[in-house]
DNA sequence: AGAGTGATGGGCT
DNA sequence: GCCCATCACTCTT
């Protein structure tokens, strides 16, 4: 099992979307495999970057591999990663995982045994993530001591050879762009 | 299984 | 002010 490197996920959103299905989000002893992803571009209206850098996604604009948090509703957190190069704004969102490991922590964060990570606000609540975390390097380990564990990681499944595409979700324009892959669950 | 709805707060058009 | 890249609960097929 070994972390991401940077350049994989230097590409552009859409190309590197697909590729994180199958992977892994891991946090300390909480696992789970990316299961449903989009892809935001700058170019893209349905992308917080479309209208440029605000210090709200100032994130986005940074190198890839850092992760993109962003409180919306007023109660939920969404995690992305940032993919490109510095300045493009792009970045993949994770909306779903298959829990695999840590399952009872996230249980308990969740404070419900069932639906645990299959959206993108409870994937951030089972996992703790939360606007501390916006920024946090992926592909690094953390320091010594620290905390957060946050990363990316590749336990060697391929990526599905044809996933699930289709267009995005709970947006209001872009709604045409085929940016969203899924892998449906076994069970 | 699917539709409708209220909760809730930061950022911006 | 108003708008969300949402969730959980409820009621209905």
């Known amino acids: 099992m070994r972390r991401l490197r940077r350049s994989e996920l230097t590409g552009d959103a859409y190309d590197v979307a697909p ?7 891991v946090d300390g002893s909480c696992v789970g495999r990316i299961i449903e992803v989009e892809a935001y571009t700058a170019d893209d209206p349905a992308s917080h970057s479309f209208r440029g850098m605000t210090t709200r996604n100032s994130t986005m604009f940074g190198p890839a591999g850092h992760l993109y ?3 919306t509703y007023g109660m939920h957190h969404c995690a992305n990663v940032v993919t490109g190069d510095v300045g493009d704004g792009q970045a993949v969102l994770l909306r779903a995982v298959e829990p695999l490991e840590g399952i009872e922590a996230m249980v308990a964060r969740r404070g419900r045994s069932r639906n645990i990570a299959d959206g993108p606000g409870k994937l951030c609540q089972a996992f703790g993530i939360d606007m501390s975390d916006n920024g946090l390097d992926l592909c690094a380990q953390g320091p010594k001591g620290s905390v957060r564990s946050l990363g990316l990681y590749d336990d060697g499944m391929p990526p599905p050879p044809s996933p699930t595409v289709s267009t995005r979700i709970g947006i209001s324009v872009g709604v045409d762009t085929p940016w969203r892959w899924t892998v449906t669950r076994a069970d």
Do not use: D, P
Not at 19 to 25: D, G, I, N, R, S
């Open 69 to 71: 948090v962003y409180f």
């Open 19 to 25: 590729t994180l299905l199958h992977k892994l989000l």
